[in-house]
């Protein structure tokens, strides 16, 4: 059994591919490539005149017979369109496949929009769910969105450019008004990297062109607010003022998110304590 490399190309800039790639696609027999004519592009860049079969989302259960008899006498290169194959690109059945069959399976890493996306979104990079692309139904959309809501990790998703209105409509929906970095053509001549609210990214994004990468920040949980001694003496100082009941638990609710039942029962317990001094 030969090699199956999985190699990852630009996902636009050509100069980012390594040169353990470019080794590889020289040497290899043939290369299976989700776009034939981009790939084309970059060969010719680099001067490599290896062979080439199409293997996209359409083909990609009717050549997998044909790509793994050539793996029994040959080494192949498997690219898609830009970034890492299988991520979000034809590449999981062929792998699957091949590693099944005991053939070996080598990555060969390289660039990726959704870590170049992290990267530079600002958002916290420890953890994050990568969501892939949006559902292009709007109540699958949603479902997908309302099961994500509670997760606290960075979520990716990716997006394309007729419906990234609407998707960020949804998401502001759903997820409300969270900061968010979104990328646009990453690594090429019109790169764009937008960082605000979820807000101001509807407004931002009126007439969207390019491939975009959503990053949305994680939920955030509020924190249970307590009844402080710092809280206890503004409600003495009310007191003392004269400031009405009413008045004073609905301006306390109002600044500290505590109950109105509970600082009534402080305003009980303080002026209880007032009186008996």
């Known amino acids: 059994m030969h090699v199956l490399y999985v190699v990852a190309t630009p996902i636009g800039n050509l100069e980012d591919i390594s040169l353990r790639a470019l ?12 776009d034939t004519r981009k790939t084309k592009r970059l060969l010719d860049h680099y001067g490599i005149n290896t062979p080439m079969t199409s293997y996209y989302e359409h083909n990609k259960i009717t050549k997998l017979g044909y790509l793994l008899r050539f793996l029994e006498t040959d080494d192949l290169a498997l690219v898609s369109e830009a970034g890492m194959p299988g991520i979000s690109d034809p590449g999981y059945e062929l792998i699957v496949a091949a590693a099944g069959r005991g ?9 990726s929009a959704i870590t ?18 949006l559902p292009r139904k709007k109540s699958q959309r949603l479902r997908l969105l309302e099961e994500v ?19 960020l409509s949804d998401i502001l929906a759903v997820l409300g008004n969270r900061r968010v970095a979104i990328t646009r053509e990453l690594t090429k001549l019109h790169e764009e990297v937008f960082r605000g609210t979820m807000s101001e990214a509807v407004e931002h994004f009126q ?20 009844l ?21 638990i609905a301006s306390l ?5 505590l109950a109105r039942k509970d600082l009534y029962r402080a ?11």
């Open 23 to 34: 080794r590889l696609l020289k040497e290899v027999r043939l290369i299976a490539a989700e």
């Open 103 to 111: 053939i070996r399976v080598v990555p060969v890493p390289g660039p």
């Open 116 to 133: 170049t996306a992290v990267a530079v979104a600002g958002l916290p990079t420890d953890q994050f769910v990568y969501l892939g692309f």
């Open 149 to 167: 809501s509670r997760e606290r990790r960075t979520l990716v998703a990716f997006e394309a450019p007729h419906r990234l209105t609407e998707s």
């Open 207 to 226: 007439q969207p062109k390019g491939e975009f990468t959503i990053v949305i920040d994680g939920r955030h949980e509020k924190p249970t607010p307590s």
């Open 228 to 248: 402080t001694g710092q809280i206890e003496h503004e409600i003495a100082a009310l007191q003392r003022r004269g400031v009405p009941a009413r008045e004073a």
């Open 253 to 257: 609710s109002h600044a500290t998110g």
């Open 267 to 277: 305003w009980l317990r303080t002026k209880k304590g007032a009186k008996e001094d």
